[in-house]
């Protein structure tokens, strides 16, 4: 492993590249086994068994489904803007995958004498004995969700169909106000920290539990919580797919494949999601040393996973009024007031 | 390395401008914009200036931009385009060869070297370029930093009062 390339050495691309591999398998293989927990978890509340027929209780159900909507044939509206068309669930897809290069799954492990952090976009700097990492993490993600709103857009506009622009502008409205609440919920979290990057955010909650930001700042973190599901349009926030009344909202004109890409993002998202507050607030992959640090990140990210699915099986979805109005009168106040208070609380001291 | 990729980015950018001003659709023109907005952010990057290129793609590109595609959404611009605005395209191809022959003009023609800072990239690696940004905005740059957050704040208020209608029934359903 003599050799180097750009002044860096060979083992610094190997690893990079599997890291990029192994996350982005494991988070397709989430993807898929989410969409089956789901409605497994959701009948079993519901009193029902979900999926039962492919496989032992149905653990082939998702490659069942993932099969017959490759094979689907491929339906492009005759008065739809083909180029947007076939754009949008892109655009959808890529920012809900590409987030994961910040979030800090793990410790710093050793292989061959190197040191490799476990986080996609950061290696470890020898000559300062730290690891280096984007140092504007959390705007990345926040970045990456804002722009992940034009492919729900332009599916709704280029579909030419009313329920799906009313959809695609619904979900555009909900996610910039939402967006809002959740990007000033976590300015809290970097009072803190005094910083944007995850690598010392989650440095400075090891040690017990109650060094975890969840509970430095209880609101922030149930703000941060409501305000992303909101923004993933999960239950109850999912208006812009509302199938009673919008049919199925923005991807009503979507088959085969691209409405696959859809349904992927959005679950990629609510991973993505759940893996940032994991790192903010959960203390992310801290734990207890019986076991390795991405276990216990893997566990806290599925615990929240749980989570949304319990919330979907219980509550009813919200009115489109109601759910501004949360947005903006009591979600944005309340988020601009625990700013005050943790801005009083943290220089006085 | 970096000059190829600044001439990538750079291309990319200046490629996705022309298109702003020569798509037909109204919409595309948005979505080029953004992808300008986008290269921009590469470029602030490329500066070490990582904060500036998050907040450049989470206000313009995120935010504001998605406001714009929203109205061209909602107004059904597309009879607009059928139209040739043959004078305004003339005029403004004038304007913009002038001011593009000036700035030449004074690149080639005068000692324009710009001026040094205290800052550059060990300073920003050291101290961190966020923290320089919000000391810089909070000490030296409060008073316009403070004008401009006033400015903001009559402009929500105008366009609440704008647009909120006389007749207290209408109103209530865009409560």
Not at chain 1, 149 to 174: E, T
Not at chain 1, 238 to 243: G, N, V
Request: charged letters at 10%; a neutral charge.
């Amino acid at each position: 492993m003599g050799y180097e390339l750009f002044g860096l050495p060979m083992i610094y691309y190997i690893s990079m590249v599997l890291k990029v591999l192994v996350v982005f398998v494991f988070v397709l293989l989430t993807v898929a086994y989410a969409t089956y927990a789901e409605r497994k978890l959701i009948g079993h509340m519901q009193v029902r068994f979900g999926p039962m027929r492919t496989g032992w209780h149905g653990l082939l159900q998702p490659i069942a489904d993932g099969l017959k909507l490759f094979f689907k044939e491929e339906i492009i509206p005759a008065q739809a803007d083909k180029f947007a068309f076939l754009l949008a669930p892109i655009i959808a897809l890529v920012p809900a995958f590409i987030g994961f290069a910040v979030i800090p799954f793990g410790d710093t492990i050793e292989v061959m004498g190197y040191k490799i952090p476990l986080q996609i976009a950061a290696f470890y700097d020898t000559s300062a004995g730290k690891v280096v990492d984007l140092n504007v993490g959390v705007l990345y993600i926040l970045g990456l969700a804002s722009l992940g709103v034009y492919g729900i857009v332009l599916a709704g506009w280029a579909s030419n169909s009313k329920y799906s622009l009313l959809g695609g502008l619904r979900s555009s409205a909900q996610m910039i106000s939402y967006e809002l609440a959740a990007g000033l919920a976590i300015v809290s979290v970097f009072m803190l920290s005094e910083s944007l990057s995850l690598q010392k955010i989650v440095a400075d909650q090891s040690g017990m539990f109650w060094n975890w930001y969840a509970f430095k700042q209880p609101l922030a973190f149930v703000l941060f919580s409501i305000c992303s599901l909101a923004e993933i349009n999960r239950t109850p926030f999912d208006l812009p797919e509302a199938e009673t009344e919008l049919v199925s909202g923005f991807c009503t004109e979507y088959s085969s494949m691209k409405y696959a890409m859809f349904f992927m993002a959005e679950y990629a998202n609510m991973i993505t999601v759940c893996a940032v507050t994991t790192t903010l607030f959960l203390g992310g992959w801290h734990g207890p040393a019986i076991l390795p640090g991405w276990v216990w990140f893997v566990a806290k990210v599925y615990f929240l996973i749980f989570l949304c699915m319990w919330v979907r099986a219980t509550y009813p979805r919200y009115r489109y009024d109601q759910l501004m109005r949360l947005g903006w009168k009591v979600f944005l106040p309340l988020t601009l007031l625990n700013i005050v208070i943790t801005g009083i609380v943290a220089s006085f001291f | 390395m970096e000059t190829i990729f600044f001439t990538l980015v750079a291309a990319a950018a200046v490629l996705t401008g022309l298109l702003v001003v020569t798509c037909r659709n109204p919409i595309n023109s948005a979505l080029s914009l953004v992808m300008t907005f986008f290269c921009l952010a590469t470029l602030y990057v490329m500066l070490d200036a990582p904060f500036m290129a998050a907040i450049q793609v989470l206000v313009y590109a995120g935010a504001i931009m998605v406001l714009i595609v929203f109205v061209i959404m909602l107004l059904n611009v597309r009879s607009e385009t059928a139209k040739r605005y043959t004078h305004a395209g003339f005029i403004s191809s004038v304007v913009g060869c002038l001011l593009l022959f000036v700035s030449l003009y004074f690149l080639n023609h005068s000692s324009l070297t710009g001026v040094r800072g205290s800052l550059d990239t060990a300073v920003i690696n050291q101290v961190g370029h966020t923290e320089l940004i919000g000391k810089a905005l909070f000490t030296d740059f409060l008073l316009p930093f403070e004008i401009t957050s006033i400015l903001l704040l009559v402009a929500i208020i105008g366009a609440v009062i704008l647009t909120r209608s006389a007749n207290p029934s209408t109103s209530k359903i865009c409560d």
